[in-house]
C-alpha cells in the first residue's frame, strides 16, 4: 500500500512540474521588461553631475508682502495711511555655482507696490549679492539655504523718495528639469534700512534712529534658471 502511494505522488510531481515550470517562466518574462523599464526611469531620475561649475542666469516672479512695516508706517493716532504695502516683481539674476555647494552671483528686481494712493506709481528697486548653499540629497530635488545683502530705493515710477540698504534670507528648492534648465521655489525674509523722509501727506517715515528707520518684507519667489557648463582650466 504504502509503495502504491509514494508511485502516485511519484506520478503527480511528474505531471504537476511543467506546469510549475512553466508559471516561473511567464513570471520571470514579465518581470523581465519590467526591470529593464526601471533602469531608464532610475537613470531618468538622477540629477545633472555636481563635479561641473556652472554660469546660471535666470528670471523670477516675486510676491512680496509687508510682515510689519514697523517705522515706515507709524501705528499712531492720526498718522498718514502705511505707504507700502504688498506688491509683485520681476527680478533677473546671474552666478555662478561651483562644483560643490555653493553658488554666488548677484540679482536685480523691481516690483509694484501698494502705497495707499500716497504715490502714484509706487516701485521699489533693489539691487543684492547673493549666496545659496544647496544640501545634495542625490535627486532632481534640491533645498538650499540663500542670503544676500544690497541696496534699495523705493519711490514713485522709477523715481526714489528714500533708499537704503537690504538683506534677504531663506530657504528655497531647486528642481532640474533637464541638465541645463531649472525651476524652483523660494521663501524669504528681507528687513530693510531706510533713510527718513517726509511723503506726499506730510508724515514723516522712517525716522526712528538718527534719520533712518526699518521695515520687514516676507515674499515668494517662482524661479527659472538656465546652466551653462563653464570649460575646465
Not at 528670471?59 to 510689519?68: I, Q
Not at 515706515?72 to 527680478?91: F, K, M, T
Not at 500716497?118 to 538650499?144: F, S
Not at 541638465?179 to 523722509?197: H, K, N, T
Amino acid at each position: 500500500m504504502y509503495s502504491i502511494v509514494r508511485d502516485f505522488e511519484a506520478m503527480k510531481a511528474i505531471f504537476v512540474a511543467p506546469f510549475v515550470l512553466l508559471r516561473i517562466l511567464a513570471v520571470a518574462l514579465l518581470l523581465c521588461p519590467t526591470a529593464a523599464a526601471e533602469e531608464p526611469l532610475a537613470q531618468a531620475t538622477r540629477p545633472p553631475p555636481s563635479t561641473l561649475e556652472y554660469l546660471i542666469t535666470g528670471v523670477a516672479l516675486s510676491a512680496e508682502a509687508v510682515a510689519s512695516p514697523a517705522d515706515l508706517c507709524p501705528d499712531e493716532e492720526g498718522s498718514a495711511p502705511c505707504i507700502l504695502e504688498r506688491g509683485l516683481g520681476i527680478g533677473i539674476r546671474a552666478g555662478y555655482r561651483t562644483r560643490g555647494a555653493w553658488y554666488a552671483g548677484g540679482a536685480y528686481e523691481f516690483s509694484r507696490h501698494e502705497s495707499s494712493n500716497l504715490l502714484r506709481l509706487a516701485i521699489m528697486q533693489q539691487l543684492r549679492a547673493e549666496v545659496r548653499y544647496y544640501i545634495d540629497l542625490g535627486t532632481r530635488a534640491t533645498p538650499y539655504l540663500g542670503f544676500g545683502v544690497g541696496a534699495v530705493i523705493y519711490g514713485n515710477e522709477w523715481g526714489a523718495v528714500t533708499g537704503g540698504v537690504a538683506g534677504m534670507l531663506g530657504p528655497g528648492i531647486e528642481f532640474a528639469v533637464t541638465q541645463d534648465l531649472s525651476v524652483g521655489a523660494a521663501l524669504y525674509y528681507r528687513p530693510m534700512l531706510l533713510r527718513a523722509f517726509e511723503d506726499t501727506a506730510g508724515q514723516n517715515r522712517a525716522d526712528s534712529l538718527f534719520g533712518f528707520g526699518t521695515t520687514h518684507l516676507v515674499g515668494l519667489e517662482l524661479i527659472v534658471e538656465l546652466r551653462d557648463p563653464l570649460p575646465r582650466w
